[in-house]
């Protein structure tokens, strides 16, 4: 489409927060520009969930609140306008069905993410938005009011500068909505972050959140591709327990990831930048305290207390395990099952309930599924989304200082954000 010299909204970012803000815009009937810097939209959304896309939760708004931390509190407003159920029943009239699964993660019943962005694409289509795509923003052009000493008094959009155009689209609302740093190849680059900056804007020091995690013992590659499930996983920052969870994580040729370690990765990220030493510690049989599994050694001994303890073992460990937990243990597999002594039954029972990893850092950001820090909460207004500092100037999606736990929180509150912006844009 050919673009023209001025529209009502441009929307910055063609993500799922900004196809869904530009087609809300459009829909209010505003005259609405989507700027994209790849030559297709969605492309992080296509990736999300491994192709499956969790596009939100059934939890209540609370639940969704605790889900961000600190920060949860500024959705509320916009969890009001545009919560699950209401993106549910959009999705739903576009045909797309949903199906819920363990722990109230929501999916497209075709396990497709490409199901999900598609109708992304015919909303926009649906309500005439002007898609620029292969374009990328060079600034945000303000004018403002001087009162003496440089200073603005106040600060109001005048339009936007593309990289390859000389000319300004002129414009007085734009909806940011670049994303963060994660996945650099789908075209987060962090380049809303920058242009923000230069409006004035602060950013929360950017970390990666939803990420593996790297540990010192080198062991852990020998383990690569182990998947465990029904685990207990516990933080603990100089000594003081800071996290817990419950459920499946995996060893990589680096260290630990999976759901659960993903889940706990902000808090590690968080301490680990402090220079605190943080230790993962690894309950294998949850279910079961030390005096349970006492007696159970106690009763394979009696029933199989002639075989080897490399046989014996493997109805407590995944296989994989074995030679290692013996290897720290200091005990001989080629033994018989009988001979082993109390305080090496005690050793053992140990490295069951409290394996213990020394984490030394996160894998590098692009490899996280979100970006933690962003745009300041105090430099946004909770019930419109747009800047404090600039009139005009409207934020939604991963480039504002808010993550959560993974389960469908992230994309709902991108949806949420977005509704919110796109509809205060089209009141004010």
């Known amino acids: 489409m050919k673009i023209k010299k001025f529209y009502d909204v441009i929307v910055i970012g063609g993500g799922a927060s900004g196809m869904f803000a530009a087609g809300c815009a459009a829909a209010n009937g505003a005259d609405t520009l989507l ?25 209540e708004i609370n639940d969704f609140i605790d889900s961000y931390g600190k920060n949860g509190k500024f959705l509320y407003r916009s969890f009001t306008r545009f919560f ?13 069905r949903t199906k819920v ?40 052009m303000i004018y403002g009011n001087k ?20 000319e300004i689209i002129k414009t007085d609302k734009v909806i940011l909505a ?26 929360v020091s950017l970390k990666p959140a939803l990420v593996p995690l790297e540990t010192k013992e080198d062991f852990v590659k020998d383990l690569q591709g182990l998947a465990l499930k029904n685990v207990t996983v516990t933080v603990f920052s100089n000594g003081r327990k800071i996290e817990c ?3 499946e994580m995996l060893f990589t040729h680096f260290g630990i990831s999976g ?12 301490h680990l930048s402090k220079n605190e030493e943080v230790i993962v510690s690894i309950n294998f049989k949850p279910a079961l305290d030390k005096k349970k599994l ?93 800047s404090k500092k600039v009139k005009g100037l409207y934020f939604c999606g991963e480039i504002i200082d808010i993550d959560g736990k993974t389960g469908g929180y992230n994309l709902q509150m991108a949806f949420s954000t977005a509704f919110l912006s796109a509809g205060s844009v089209d009141n004010s």
């Open 294 to 386: 006492s007696d159970r050694f106690l009763r394979e001994r009696k029933e199989f207390g002639l075989k080897s303890v490399n046989n014996v073992m493997r109805n407590f460990l995944p296989r994989r395990l074995v030679p290692l937990f013996l290897k720290l243990a200091n005990i001989s597999g080629e033994k018989k099952f009988k001979q082993i002594t109390h305080q090496e039954r005690g050793k053992i029972i140990d490295l069951l309930t409290n394996f213990k990893l020394k984490i030394t850092k996160p894998r590098p950001i692009d490899e996280a599924i979100i970006t933690r820090g962003g745009i300041s909460l105090n430099e946004i207004n909770p019930y419109t989304m747009e």
């Open 101 to 140: 699964e363990r722990g109230g993660r929501v999916f497209p019943v075709s396990d497709n993410s490409e199901s999900i962005v598609n109708v992304l694409r015919k909303y926009l289509k649906t309500n005439k938005v002007t898609l620029g795509l292969d374009l990328r923003v060079k600034e945000i």
């Open 147 to 166: 009162t003496g000493e440089n200073k603005l008094e106040i600060y109001k959009i005048e339009g936007i500068k593309l990289s390859n155009r000389k």
């Open 259 to 270: 759901p659960i370690i993903l889940k706990i990765s902000g808090s590690v990220v968080e």
């Open 245 to 247: 969870d419950f459920g």
């Open 84 to 96: 699950n159920h209401d993106l549910i029943a959009f999705f739903n009239s576009y045909g797309v």
């Open 178 to 203: 670049t994303g963060g740093l994660s996945y650099p190849r789908t075209g987060s680059t962090g380049d809303g972050y920058k242009m923000a900056e230069q409006l004035g804007h602060t950013i």
């Open 35 to 59: 700027l994209e810097r790849n030559n297709q939209l969605g492309k992080k959304l296509s990736i999300t969930g491994k192709g499956r896309c969790n596009i939100t939760n059934i939890g």
